[in-house]
């Protein structure tokens, strides 16, 4: 099975800042990447899919980038709603495509 | 709009079956252009996919829930089910049911989900 290792676990930053999130593959999983933001008792909602496409209605200020192995997501110009969790997912290789550990990102 | 609900007791007694459905409003479930996911999130934890089904009854499981994991199709009432037989404490999750999209051949994410429903399993 493929592990999905995302870094930080946790992040601190201000409204305004520039985030950048990491997700990295235990193997080669091309750009089957997606990324997703998840607030607390509500389900995660889709954000990027292919590893830099943006999800219909997802804000501009989200981009996604990477393939292998490595992959980034990045919040430009951080707004208040944007604290959140955020989860990486590879659906490269089935039965299960399986999700990172998740990264806390939440006000400085 | 698609909208997923998931429906089935909170409570469920160690040793016995977990049994959830999920309707599905605003789509078909015979799309081929979709798969349907079931997910579960132990409280306080990460994500972690269970399995998955198309129109044609072909499913995919995890392979640490593989032989206690069972889902169904019913399209004649536009919904999925999932049953996890054999209950412990650590099957006690909010489930999710999802759509997972196909794009021109592409995976393209899970892009709507039910709201999730908890699952305690008591002693």
């Known amino acids: 099975d493929i592990q999905m290792t995302q870094s930080p676990s946790s992040l601190s930053a201000s409204v305004g800042d520039r985030v950048t999130i990491t997700c990295r593959a235990s193997q080669t999983i091309s750009d089957y990447l997606n990324w997703y933001q998840q607030k607390p008792g509500k389900a995660p909602k889709l954000l990027i899919y292919a590893a830099s496409s943006l999800h219909s209605g997802v804000p501009s200020r989200f981009s996604g980038s990477g393939s292998g192995t490595d992959f980034t997501l990045t919040i430009n110009s951080l707004q208040l709603e944007d604290f959140a969790t955020y989860y990486c997912?590879?659906?490269?290789?089935?039965?299960?495509?399986?999700f990172g550990q998740g990264t806390k990102l939440d006000i400085k | 709009q698609v909208q997923l609900q998931e429906s089935g007791p909170g409570l469920v007694k160690s040793s016995e079956t977990l049994s959830l459905t999920c309707a599905v409003s605003g789509g078909s479930i015979s799309s081929s252009s979709h798969y349907w996911v079931w997910i579960r999130q132990p409280p306080g934890k990460g994500l972690e996919w269970i399995g998955s089904?198309?129109?044609?009854?072909?499913?995919l499981y995890n392979t640490s829930l593989t032989s206690r994991s069972t889902i169904s199709i019913d399209m004649s009432k536009n919904q999925f089910s999932l049953k996890v037989t054999s209950v412990t404490a650590a099957d006690t999750a909010v489930y999710y049911c999802?759509?997972?999209?196909?794009?021109?051949?592409?995976?393209?994410?899970?892009?709507?989900w039910g709201q999730g429903t908890l699952v305690t399993v008591s002693s």
């Open positions: 999802a759509r997972h999209s196909i794009i021109m051949l592409r995976e393209a994410g899970l892009d709507y």
């Open positions: 089904i198309y129109h044609s009854g072909s499913t």
């Open positions: 997912q590879q659906s490269f290789s089935a039965p299960a495509y399986s």
